[in-house]
């Protein structure tokens, strides 16, 4: 192995590794009662039980020495101190002096950046204020009663996750929409659902550069002046977040109406910068500072905690874990709560752009696993799909399972049925289901012994399936703040494990080259570079079919 690690914990890991496997984690509960209290975190209003892991006391203490050989508390503190920790683009990595509550300065080449930060949270708050309370108009005088955010990837994913997850928080009078894909339908749908008198467009892009948003940013454009038949339209129904002043400009776009952030907020980090204003609208600033405050929280947790009580820290070791010595390839997101659907898309991004990388800091290629593939769905709907397959297909597949004690919607019991699935499948997938037990089963409801000893292997479950347990109070502005930024450190971690660098997205850019030369080509009507057979094939097949 040739990562930051020592070849001497490796091969410790590995041989524990070889040790651990054959345990069945029903013994593990069954030799130690303490294991709950022993795995498991209360904190604020969160309790993560991490019990239900392929662990034991001498794997977490092995583990803990891997954070401790990468030097995880002094990236922490680079990372707070905006050291420029994303050296492939040069810049800090700064998303946690957005939500800096506290009086501590935090600096970028000797300038504090918190007086910036606080003035367009200012800026922001008297917006949304003047949108929230009607005093905004647009340019025929009507109230705002749509806002709509154009913006892609990091510019789109959080607030729209964001919004989702607290609509009980969001003004009654005002929606929000969002418009990501290029795909002209996207932006016909809303614009079918809303009228532009009362509407107001969010251009949300860091660069300002990306071809979706900018694209559809010019469809809306078109359609505002075509509608009012006046360019100063743009004014009162268009606003634009970005870090690039100039490209905003060149939009049509006025300072007045541009909220600005900066190049040490990554994209898929930015919802806490004017990316969340959005956010700001649908909920008030005073439910934005708290989901503010809420990731503050993890932020001051994540520092200053012990290592072996520190929530992040513990999540990217069990992914680290599980990916490099139990060869698990994805990792599954449960969230037991519909507010929450959007969570495991929103994760995709953080974790996938951040972690899906194969180069480590040093330039030389991994010889290890990186960021394992993303995916989850709102259960209980996923117990009715691909659950069959995490009980009893042949993939070891981590999960997290995420649940509120409380409801928003309290109907008569629904939220305790919900409740029941959620301690159950984690239950289920931990204990399976041994032979004899599924016997017994068979012989009570009366069934021959040849049937019984035909369905045998098909209803037995081999269980030992690991997973973590969120159980938060309730869905809040600032418990949902928190959870998010257990996940960014939690990435955090893992890339350090994995001697990679979390805050660069490279991978998207060659794709990227190449549409533009294709477009290139469909626009011109002809192929106009090299290409491979297939490729060819199929520009030269749409060309003619498109005729
Ligand atoms: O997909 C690449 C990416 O750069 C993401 O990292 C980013 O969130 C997204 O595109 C949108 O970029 P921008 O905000 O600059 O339009």
């Known amino acids: 192995m040739n990562s930051s690690l020592s070849p001497r914990l490796w091969h410790a890991l590995s041989e524990h590794y070889q040790k651990i496997s054959p345990l069945h984690m029903r013994d593990l509960f069954h030799s130690d009662p303490q294991r709950f209290e022993k795995f498991s975190i209360c904190w604020g209003d969160f309790l993560f039980d991490y019990s239900k892991n392929r662990i034991t006391e001498e794997t977490l203490s092995l583990l803990l020495q891997a954070v401790t050989e990468v030097d995880l508390p002094g990236y922490i503190e680079k990372m707070f101190s905006g050291e420029r920790i994303n050296f492939t683009e040069n810049r800090p990595v700064l998303h946690v002096a957005l939500r800096n509550r506290s009086d501590r300065p935090i600096y970028v ?93 969010i251009i949300s892009s860091k660069t300002f550069t990306t071809k979706e948003t900018l694209t559809n940013a010019h469809t809306v454009r078109k359609r505002l002046i075509d509608y009012f038949g006046d360019p100063k339209a743009i004014e009162k129904h268009v606003v634009a977040i970005s870090t690039n002043e100039k490209a905003v400009k060149d939009f049509g776009i006025s300072p007045e109406n541009m909220f600005e952030f900066w190049d040490w907020v990554g994209g898929r980090y930015s919802l806490w910068s004017a990316i969340g204003l959005s956010i700001v609208l649908y909920i008030g600033m005073d439910q934005f500072e708290e989901l503010l405050y809420g990731a503050y929280l993890v932020d001051e947790h994540f520092r200053n905690s012990p290592l072996e009580k520190n929530i992040p820290v513990i999540m990217g070791l069990l992914g680290f874990w599980y990916g490099n010595f139990f060869g698990a390839q994805t990792y ?38 990186t960021g394992p593939i993303l995916w989850g769905n709102p259960c209980t709907n996923g117990q009715h799909s ?26 008569g019991n629904h939220h305790l049925i919900l409740l029941s699935n959620f301690f159950a499948q984690t239950e289920a997938l931990m204990k399976g289901k041994t032979e004899q037990e599924a016997k017994e089963e068979m012989q009570k409801a009366k069934m021959n012994p040849e049937t019984i000893e035909k369905l045998l292997p098909h209803r037995t479950f081999p269980g030992n399936r690991p997973s973590n347990s969120f159980l938060i109070q309730k869905i809040t502005p600032r418990t949902l703040g928190s959870l998010i930024a257990f996940y960014e450190h939690k990435i955090f971690v893992e890339g350090l494990l994995w001697d990679i660098n979390s805050f660069d997205q490279w991978g998207v850019e060659l794709g990227k080259q190449l549409a533009t030369r294709v477009e290139e080509e469909l626009t011109a009507g002809s192929l106009l570079y090299e290409h491979d057979a297939s490729t060819k094939g199929l520009i030269e097949f749409y060309l003619k079919q498109s005729k």
């Open 332 to 369: 599954g997101i449960f969230p037991y709560d519909q507010y929450l659907e959007l969570f495991p898309v929103y994760l995709q991004q953080l974790d996938m752009e951040s972690n899906g990388k194969r180069i480590r800091r040093n330039g030389t290629v991994v010889t290890y696993t």
């Open 109 to 201: 080449d000797g300038k504090d950046v918190m007086a910036d930060v606080k003035r367009v949270l200012e800026k922001m708050k008297n917006f949304a204020e003047a949108v929230r309370s009607k005093r905004w108009k647009g340019y025929s005088g009507k109230p705002i009663k749509d806002i709509v955010n154009i913006g892609i990837g990091g510019s789109d994913l959080g607030p729209r996750m964001v919004t989702h997850a607290l609509k009980p928080y969001g003004h009654k009078e005002l929606n929000v929409h969002f418009v990501s894909n290029v795909d002209g339908t996207d932006i016909a749908e809303v614009l079918k659902a809303i009228e532009l008198d009362s509407t107001l467009f």
């Open 386 to 411: 691909f659950f069959q397959l995490l009980h009893q297909g042949t993939h070891l597949i981590p999960s997290d399972f995420i649940a509120p004690i409380q409801t928003h919607n309290p109907i």
